[in-house]
């Protein structure tokens, strides 16, 4: 979609889509290395792509990225749910699953948030919208919305031990 493009001297993008027409971008670092900070409120907590063949993604994001996948249980995920957590050298990046009509399709960010229903407030008092309530995860509180403009992404809280 958009071909190498050099960011003056921070770096190197492309923007391309998926076999299953899912856009995704390439960061090559010059002086921007990428994230250094993680899971924390405001910082990138997690990325998952939501697709219509789990197979097929899993194959091309191995391939193009040295993926590993883990399934995830019907316990965690949800019964029926096909989804996986992915990792490159068993530090886990984010989440692949099946399509449902309730997420958003293609690629989602997740950010790291202090409250994930205080957050929810703000995206609405805002402008934005909601897709999916807050609700509760094994992997913590979070939320599916869209900012004023239509572009979803995630918010997570992370839930006391």
């Not at 003056?8 to 492309?14: A, K, L, R």
């Not at 990325?47 to 995830?72: H, I, L, P, W």
């Amino acid at each position: 979609m958009v071909e190498p493009m050099e960011v003056g001297p921070m770096g190197t993008m492309v923007i391309a889509l998926d076999p299953q027409g899912n856009p995704f971008g390439l960061w090559q670092s010059g002086l921007n290395t990428g994230v250094q900070i993680h899971n924390e409120p405001g910082a990138l907590a997690w990325n998952e792509a939501m697709v219509d063949d789990t197979a097929a993604a899993k194959e091309f994001y191995s391939a193009v990225f040295g993926f590993t996948f883990e399934q995830m249980s019907a316990e965690v995920a949800g019964e029926g749910m096909d989804c996986a957590t992915f990792s490159t050298g068993g530090n886990p990046l984010g989440g692949l699953g099946a399509s449902d009509p309730s997420m958003p399709r293609g690629w989602l960010t997740c950010f790291s948030v202090a409250s994930a229903d205080e957050a929810v407030a703000t995206v609405e008092a805002k402008g934005g919208t909601v897709t999916m309530t807050p609700m509760d995860t094994p992997f913590g509180r979070f939320a599916v919305v869209e900012d004023p403009w239509g572009a979803p992404f995630e918010v997570m809280q992370e839930l006391p031990a």
